[in-house]
């Protein structure tokens, strides 16, 4: 089994910054991909971006230019650095992860998700 915790949600004003943090732990053999999704209410959760094992990113286009996604590999972690936030930038981020597993088959994992308000 694999844990996701996010970190590094919270208030903050348009044109703030904020960086979220993806801790997976567990049995890991190999993490594949990590993406951020966010949840607005009443609206559907979407990818907002995403990374592979080998660092290639790609990023919705509401929030290119203005989000960077890493991760570093040996810690297990994903980050999500936000950058001139605007307030439709406002939802529950939750992170994704495929994990391979000693058994080669690749397992899906969601992390419980992170608060992110953006308002003055």
């Known amino acids: 089994q694999v844990q996701l915790v996010e970190s590094g949600g919270g208030l903050v004003q348009p044109g703030g910054s904020l960086r979220l943090s993806c801790a997976a732990s567990g049995s890991i053999f190999r993490i594949n991909y990590m993406d951020w999704y966010r949840q607005a209410p009443g609206k559907e959760r979407e990818l907002v971006a995403s990374?592979?094992?080998?660092?290639?990113?790609d990023y919705a286009d509401s929030v290119k230019g203005r989000f960077t996604i890493s991760r570093d590999n040996a810690k297990n972690t994903a980050y999500l650095q936000m950058n001139s936030l605007k307030p439709e930038d406002t939802a529950v981020y939750y992170c994704?992860?495929?994990?391979?597993?000693?058994?080669?088959?690749?397992?899906?994992?969601w992390g419980q998700g992170t608060q992110v308000t953006v308002s003055s």
């Open positions: 990374i592979t094992s080998g660092g290639t990113t």
């Open positions: 994704n992860a495929g994990v391979r597993g000693s058994d080669s088959h690749l397992y899906e994992y």
